[in-house]
């Protein structure tokens, strides 16, 4: 199982917290997100990515708590048992 | 002036003698008086640290009257730092208030790294770079940032956790930020709160990002890894 969680923006406008996938071996980042966008209320991925499919700089992705910039971004192998957490960030002060 | 005992009698019977004496000890730097700065000097100052050190380059504004505690509409178009080193001074008379009016990018490194503990409050990513880059190693930096009614502070140690830059990767820089005010007295509150944990030796948020979400009231730790 690998949980995927929406925080703030994304959170409010999909209206739930977390998406359970399951998988078997290993899987592209990019694919867990699309089967999760399967089993959410809205689609989501748009505000992930642009059209050619290169991640936006609107909002953090982390995986096991690692910003996905620093792994294989879209690319970023993930297996049973992994968490990817999803949030755009509050920059103000 | 106030004795300090009477001033910081409900909070010495909480705290304790020893960790009052802690307390009345410590140089903390709190980078940006706006909304979070202005709450986070705030406490730490009715805490009684023995110093506080306000960088800003900012100029008091309508908008800022909305969200940032330490201002008041006589004080629109002076320094921040200015009417916030009047107002702070005159809070307790316990502590010492240096006001810097400067950009981050000109703040001297050996100024930060004489604070044992760095705020960041600042409002933008880019500021936040150029302090992180200027710890020195092993050195404690509070951040925090807020949006909408949401918002997120974590604990730096500089070359030990996870780096700002580490968690942010290309963020993009928003021009004109949505804030609530509920939301800056709580994350500011929280940050106040984690300055004072490290000066007493248990930081609760190293490599830990808290995100808070006052909207459901939802408080979310995420373990991060570098």
């Known amino acids: ?64 708590g690692k910003n996905v910039h620093h792994l294989d971004r879209l690319e970023t192998p993930i297996k049973d048992g992994d968490e990817i957490d999803i949030f755009p960030p509050g920059g103000g002060g | 002036m106030q004795k300090h005992s009477d001033i910081q009698a409900r909070n010495l019977l909480f705290f304790g003698k020893s960790n009052m004496e802690k307390i009345s000890k410590a140089t903390i730097l709190v980078a940006g008086v706006g909304g979070l700065g202005c709450v986070v000097s705030e406490i730490l100052v009715r805490l009684g640290v023995k110093k506080l050190v306000i960088v800003d380059n900012g100029i008091i504004d309508e908008p800022d009257l909305g969200r940032q505690a330490l201002y008041t509409i006589k004080d629109i178009g002076k320094k921040k730092v200015d009417a916030a080193r009047e107002v702070l001074t005159n809070m307790s008379g316990l502590t010492e208030i240096e006001a810097i009016f400067e950009p981050i990018s000109n703040l001297k ?31 404690v930096l509070i951040h925090g940032g807020i949006q909408n009614d949401f918002g997120q502070l974590t604990t730096i140690i500089k070359g030990e956790t996870p780096s700002l830059e580490n968690i942010y990767a290309n963020i993009k820089e928003e021009e004109t930020i949505p804030v609530s005010t509920p939301i800056v007295f709580a994350v500011a509150s929280l940050m106040a709160q984690e300055v004072i944990n490290n000066i007493l030796g248990s930081p609760q948020l190293i490599g830990n990002l808290l995100i808070v979400e006052l909207n459901d009231f939802t408080f979310t730790k995420i373990k991060l890894k570098g």
């Open chain 1, 1 to 64: 199982m690998v949980k995927v969680k929406f925080f703030t923006l994304l959170r409010l406008e999909l209206g739930i917290r977390e998406i359970d996938i399951e998988i078997t071996g290993e899987k592209r980042l990019i694919e867990v997100l699309k089967d999760a966008e399967e089993k959410a209320p809205k689609p989501f991925l748009h505000k992930l990515m642009d059209k050619k499919g290169e991640l936006l700089n609107s909002a953090i992705i982390l995986v096991n």
């Open chain 2, 109 to 139: 490194m050996s100024k930060i790294h004489s604070c044992e503990c760095v705020v960041d409050c600042l409002d933008n990513f880019k500021s936040r770079f150029e302090l992180e880059e200027k710890l020195k190693q092993g050195q």
